[in-house]
């Protein structure tokens, strides 16, 4: 039986007042999927946890009559934006009195497109943006509210996305916004406050398809209770809930967690009596569980059965060939799926760098990763530090913090912008090298850097490599590096927050034996 918790107590926006809605209900709220959905079909989010992805889209918007605008000239206005520590707002605000007054549609396809690639927080600005116009300039749906609520969630929390639902008016608070509130309190874990979300959804008639229980057959493999992932999979039968792609996925992956082999190769045959054509994702997945069996000759049979699948520009499709072909070791697979993927688009686009570029290092073709690192350099795409991090983990990884450094410094040069995580990675190997000073350093400028970079969301250093400098400060009896570790924790307010505050005391006596 699938645990629950009472709603009437156990959660404050759950009111006599939060009933059913007349309203028919829209299409499904929540995607979850293994692929990460067509980039350009998906008004979603993606949001990757375990070894399923999980998207989530919040049905059809109310867009106002589309034209033929150049939303992208805006999207790439506001993209920088965040990188310079400016909000999205800002822009919206030049834009709107300086250019032209703007539509609905323009608002809701630049966020998409912002999250399609990852700028949560600039998606999140628009949408507020927006909202704040009130009722004068845009109508406000409930759709538009659930995005909101799941941009909040990722940016700000589970605790601050629960207000904020708490505040929303009635009219708001239907089949989009409760499911969307599920799926935070998935995402973040929270397994009573999504039980009770769950059963509250079920008992005002809102599960009516497969996506609501995607999310918590999810949420369930994410914590490894895979009997309730069975006894939703079991429900949805009783209830004639047909599956999707996802659900079959889903059904896959908890099969390989339980080490049921003869089960997860049965969903196939299971895909076939319900007269559902297996995806090229569908395939994928059971490459990736077959990998982990080390049936690698197996995996390479369901690639291959996957790219028979492929269709249209799906870019996603590509990158999970990828790194999948790297896995079973088949380097020259790496080539032609690359290849192929450069001669379906104009141009690869920074994530397709980083994977291709990841995958090669795994199968230790460096000179291969060094000569497409160049290429990627002057491809003319913005210069994303993720991809130039890739090249420098591997390089402080193996003792070549140096050439690290030299990789970071170019990417400066050439106009990129360095993120914390690359000071990180870089303080890491200079770590890894004894170079404690070099490490300091970093450790500085990635606190700089995130202060620009994050804005208002507080960003803390990897606890490790904190505890990992003081030990070393410790083995050298250097009480001046201690001393200057403390004092950029202090400057931040992070030498009162756990653990860093532990460690500042395990090692406060260095330098007194």
Known sequence: MLLRSPLSSSLPFFSSRSTRSPAPCLCPLLHHSISRAKEEKRECLVIVSGS??????????DFENKRNLHWSSLYRRILPAGREGKTASSVLESWDALERRLTKWELCRVAKELRKFGHIKSALEVYEWMVAQGGRRFTINSADMAVMLDLIGKVRGSEIAEQHFSNLSESFKDKRTY??????YAQHKLKEKAEATFDFVRENGYLTDALPYNVMMTLYLDIHEHANVMKLIQEM????IKFDTY?????ISNSAGMRDLDQMESVLQVMESDNVNATWSIYTTLASKYIKFNL???AEVCLREAEKRITGRDRSAFLFFIPLYAKIGKREDIYRIWRWYKSSFSSPLNNGYKTMLQALLNVDDVAGAESLYEEWTKSGDSLDPRVCQVLMGWYCRNGLSDKARETLDRLVQQGGKPNQVAWVILGEGFLKENRLSEAINCLEKAISCAMIIAGDQKWWPKPKFVEDLLELCKQREQSECFDQVVAILKREGLDEIEPYRD????????GSD
């Open 52 to 61: 399923i992805s999980q998207v989530h889209s919040y049905g059809a918007m």
């Open 179 to 184: 499911c969307s509130l599920l799926n935070i």
């Open 237 to 240: 039968k009783e209830r004639n």
């Open 247 to 251: 659900s079959y996925n889903i059904w």
């Open 296 to 298: 690698l000759d197996k």
């Open 503 to 510: 460690f500042i005391r395990q090692y406060s006596l260095v």
